[in-house]
């Protein structure tokens, strides 16, 4: 490799970037180009010293410089790539992660990238779940890692100005322990302060216990570096503490743990709900790369030796500052990992005491910078995040994070097989529970209960079986599982054996529970009314062998109609109606169908535009698009006009029933259909959505 000619600026920055001072560094470098201005090797580092100050417009810039030369490291194509992401070029950047992987075809996280920007969508597909706001407490330095030690906000911050000693990384002041209570900022009240890093912190359950990052007062051999290296030339590492409450409300002074080294960095500590299991970052051998996660359990009394979590969850950039919620599931930060840009935070999930594989939390947690230093409680669904996004006072800031829903993919849910006729638990039925991927097949205890952890991606079909009872199948799709709270229980009734009887229930789609609705049955052969008044959601009578035409409405639900055929009077014939909650902006499917090419109504239409009639009637708080579709053998201008007749015909229809045409509106659609569907515009006010509320609020 060409070497830069010899230059004093050239030398005394090759110092000062052995001894991770950047800002130092970077100075010196740019007067040694001046003197070989076409210098590749001085450029690299340039490009370097930009990425390790964060600085990712520069980095971009000399990077691009750099990354064409053969004689310059491979690995400059993955910094210039992460430097393309942080400045939100991601289709730039998954052409430089492709040719990276070309040229080291054993680093996963090339191929991670360009498969997360294939789909850069799905990052911001649940952004409206969630609002983030700047924390009242930050400050023009940097905030980050914020923790509850009861009702006291512990964060690290490098705010104090007065300090004398800088931290030669980048000239910055060293972080120190802060706390947030009352409205106002103090510093943390530690035994022993020193003039280097102290922080980030976490706290045991019962808050007895602190244990947090420190420098090491030794001299050690270089390492790699992450968002809080080692200090200065001393390369002194960090270590991980723990202070203990005293009787007096002050903390004890510290003790090390057993597994810190004066050759590598131990740092970032987090605890398992229980704590018996201490998360922490290092670059010690055995590792994947970078700075990675590892664990120590205590047992019997002392901290056993660090597991690496291997591969799943470390890769050969930087996997940092873990959290553990109170449900055991893990978040950390990772620039390994396929994400927006920079550091993204992840959550590997706590599914019967097993880690799931990191899943990345998506926009608007995860920014195209450094998101990092994640809190969360599941309970309240508010936590916090650090950053560097840029719209915040100072360099990383603390941001809350507010969610309208839980950031877990599974849901553990109670199962109860209770007997239908009198609601009592049926003990040791068979509980088959389906999805595409595996079946898992429980026993109900003897109060007729079991747990199953249910994806909220997936679809589910449950069957269930007991001797003297009807077997019995639901099914489960995604929406209705995230709209049960954590450890909900699904009641699953079981019908006695009999034989000659026709059942006709009414449910909620979403919660599975009985619906009181208007039912009519109508004999579809002699038009005779069997059935036309209110029911608690069940009907049961022997009906004989023939075609019933059932139409079922209720307050806060969209209607359904179905054809029931009765095959064998002396057979048991059963049908579950699901009824959807109205909700805004929401899509109903209906059976409103038309002759071809025509804007006639089909005979079987008659049900169910008298079920939408009836909803509107039930619901009269509702506005309603109706949206027509045409694709026949036409021109797409003639399918346009004739599905605009469609949704016309549905309009004079109910206007021709008394609903006000203010309720109403149509529109056309070329789409595959050839029917009608309905779209609320507005619902009632029960079904929207509460403004979330910051803890911050008074």
């Known amino acids: 490799m060409a070497q830069p000619k010899s230059d004093k600026f050239f030398e005394e920055a090759q110092k000062a970037y052995k001894k991770m001072q950047y800002a130092k560094a970077l100075e010196l470098y740019q007067k040694a180009l001046q003197n070989d201005t076409a210098n590749i090797i001085i450029k690299e580092k340039i490009a ?184 200065g030339s001393k390369f002194n590492r960090l270590k991980i503490y723990f202070a203990y409450k005293q009787p007096n409300g002050t903390w004890g002074k510290e003790e090390e743990f057993p597994h810190n080294s004066a050759d590598f960095s131990t740092m970032h500590p987090a605890l398992s709900p229980d704590g018996k299991i201490l998360y922490f970052v290092s670059d010690r051998t055995g590792g994947q790369g970078g700075m990675d996660l590892w664990l120590s359990r205590y047992e019997n009394g002392k901290w056993s030796e660090p597991e690496n979590l291997g591969e799943t969850f470390n890769t050969r950039g930087h996997e940092v500052f873990p959290f553990v919620d109170s449900k055991g599931n893990l978040y950390f930060a990772s620039n390994g990992h396929g994400g927006l840009g920079g550091l993204d935070i992840f959550m590997a999930e706590n599914v019967g005491g097993k880690l799931l594989a990191p899943v990345n939390l998506g926009y608007p947690i995860n920014s195209t910078k450094d998101d990092f230093g994640f809190y969360f409680n599941p309970k309240t669904k508010r936590g916090f995040l650090s950053s560097n996004r840029g719209d915040g006072p100072g360099k990383d800031d603390i941001y809350e994070v507010i969610a309208r829903k839980s950031l877990s993919n599974f849901n553990e849910m109670i199962i109860l097989t209770r007997n239908e006729t009198n609601n009592q638990p049926v003990p040791l039925s068979e509980i088959k529970i389906t999805t595409e991927q595996k079946t898992a097949v429980y026993f109900a205890d003897v109060n007729g209960i079991t747990k199953h952890f249910f994806n909220k991606r997936l679809h589910y079909q449950i069957i269930v079986n007991k001797q003297g009872f009807e077997t019995t199948e639901i099914t489960l799709i995604p929406e209705q599982i995230a709209s049960h709270p954590e450890g909900d229980t699904l009641e699953i009734d079981l019908f006695p054996e009999r034989k000659n009887i026709t059942i006709l229930k009414a449910v909620d789609d979403f919660s599975q529970t009985k619906v009181p609705v208007f039912m009519r049955i109508v004999n579809g052969n002699s038009k005779k009314v069997i059935h036309n008044q209110e029911t608690d959601g069940k009907f049961e009578k022997n009906l004989d062998k023939g075609t019933y035409e059932v139409s079922i409405w209720a307050k806060g639900y969209f209607g359904d109609a179905e054809i029931v055929k009765v095959a064998d009077k002396k057979d048991r014939t059963f049908k579950l109606f699901r009824l959807k909650p109205l909700r805004k902006n929401e899509l109903y499917f209906t059976q409103i169908l038309f002759e071809k090419n025509s804007d006639k109504f089909t005979t079987n239409s008659n049900l169910d535009l008298e079920v939408l009639l009836k909803t509107l009637e039930k619901n009269p708080e509702v506005t309603i698009k109706i949206i027509g579709f045409a694709q026949d053998a036409k021109q797409e201008a003639q399918n346009l006009v004739l599905a605009e007749k469609r949704a016309k015909a549905v309009l004079n229809y109910l206007i021709g029933k008394k609903i006000d045409k203010r309720r109403l509106q149509i529109q056309g659609s070329t789409e595959k259909n050839n029917g009608i569907t309905i779209q609320v515009l507005e619902a009632n006010d029960n079904n929207t959505e509460e403004p979330l509320k910051s803890i911050f609020d008074d």
Request: glycine residues 2%; positive net charge.
């Open 48 to 231: 370097h010293c930009y990425r390790k100050l964060q600085d990712s417009e520069n980095a971009e810039i000399w990077y691009a410089k750099v990354v064409h030369s053969p004689i310059t490291d491979p690995e400059d194509k993955i910094y210039y790539a992460q430097a393309l992401a942080n400045n939100n070029k991601h289709a730039e950047a998954q052409l430089w992660y492709n040719a990276y992987a070309k040229q080291v075809k054993d680093d996963s996280r090339a191929l991670s990238f360009s498969l997360a920007y294939q789909n850069l969508q799905d990052f911001y597909k649940d952004s409206l779940n969630y609002e983030i706001r700047l924390a009242p407490f930050n400050s023009t330095e940097c905030d980050f890692s914020p923790v509850y030690c009861g009702n006291t906000i512990v964060f690290a911050s490098n705010r104090n100005y007065q300090s004398k000693t800088l931290f030669q990384w980048d000239n910055s002041p060293f972080v120190e322990l802060f706390m947030y209570e009352k409205k106002k900022v103090k510093p943390f009240p530690l035994a022993q302060k020193t003039n280097y890093h102290e922080g980030p912190a976490c706290f045991s359950p019962k808050g007895d216990t602190l244990i947090y990052t420190r420098n090491s007062q030794k001299k050690g051999k270089p390492t790699n570096d992450a968002k809080m290296p080692a200090s």
